[in-house]
């Protein structure tokens, strides 16, 4: 299957400061992007879909000002999280559907997640 | 807005037993669905996909599930399971309607002892 790339796979950030999470698909176009938050032991909560070329949908009761989404080219979004706190720390996920013209009919490949943790 | 439900939140079975994971899924709509599956410190991997036509999808690793669409459900069935799936497992439910975002459910944890 496809692969997608996420970076960093860990990180660590004193609390306060700013944190980019790189999300790249390796070997094909994506024209959708999604970016998810995992707590421990629980399932994936749908943060933001990203689209290329336009601002990130963001679901309800996730700040769009503290996870900044940015979708520059059909290949690579990035998440920010801006004046992390601790309550940010989490596994950070994204995933990406194929640029197939019309068709909804693509499954979504998934990075190997970024642990974050805000000390 | 679509949403779905995995009522097994912890399955526990010796090896060679059956498996069936339940999910059920909310829309009114055409839906995709999915399965991952998520090995201890490894990332999601794609076990099945259901778009169309033969409701009985099969996957790997000898996994399959059903779709019964009077049902909203697409469970999730092993004949005979191994040490090394264990795992947590996740449905997951694409609206074709929508702008293309997966739903996951809650995840069931599958432990199977030796």
């Known amino acids: 299957g496809a692969v997608v790339s996420q970076h960093p796979s860990r990180v660590i950030c004193k609390s306060g400061t700013s944190v980019k999470i790189e999300c790249r698909s390796l070997?094909?176009?994506?024209?959708?992007m999604f970016w998810y938050r995992q707590f421990p032991k629980q399932s994936l909560m749908l943060m933001a879909t990203s689209n290329e070329g336009s601002k990130a949908t963001y679901e309800q009761g996730v700040e769009k000002d503290k996870f900044l989404i940015n979708h520059a080219s059909l290949t690579l979004s990035t998440l920010t999280v801006t004046s992390a706190h601790p309550e940010d720390s989490s596994f950070y996920i994204c995933s990406a559907r194929e640029r197939t013209g019309m068709s909804m009919n693509t499954e979504a490949f998934f990075g190997q997640g970024t642990r974050l943790t805000v000390v | 807005a679509q949403s779905v439900s995995q009522h097994n939140h912890h399955v526990i079975l010796s090896e060679a037993a059956s498996l069936e994971l339940g999910c059920n899924y909310s829309y009114g709509g055409t839906v995709n669905l999915f399965w991952y599956v998520q090995y201890p410190g490894q990332h999601l991997q794609l076990l099945l996909k259901y778009f169309s036509g033969d409701p009985l999808v099969k996957g790997i690793k000898g996994f399959e599930a059903e779709f019964i669409k009077s049902k909203f459900s697409f469970n999730l069935r092993k004949p005979s399971v191994q040490w090394s799936d264990t795992a947590e497992y996740f449905c997951a439910v694409n609206a074709r309607s929508s702008a293309s975002k997966i739903i996951f459910g809650s995840g069931t944890r599958l432990s199977i002892r030796p």
């Open positions: 070997d094909f176009q994506a024209t959708t």
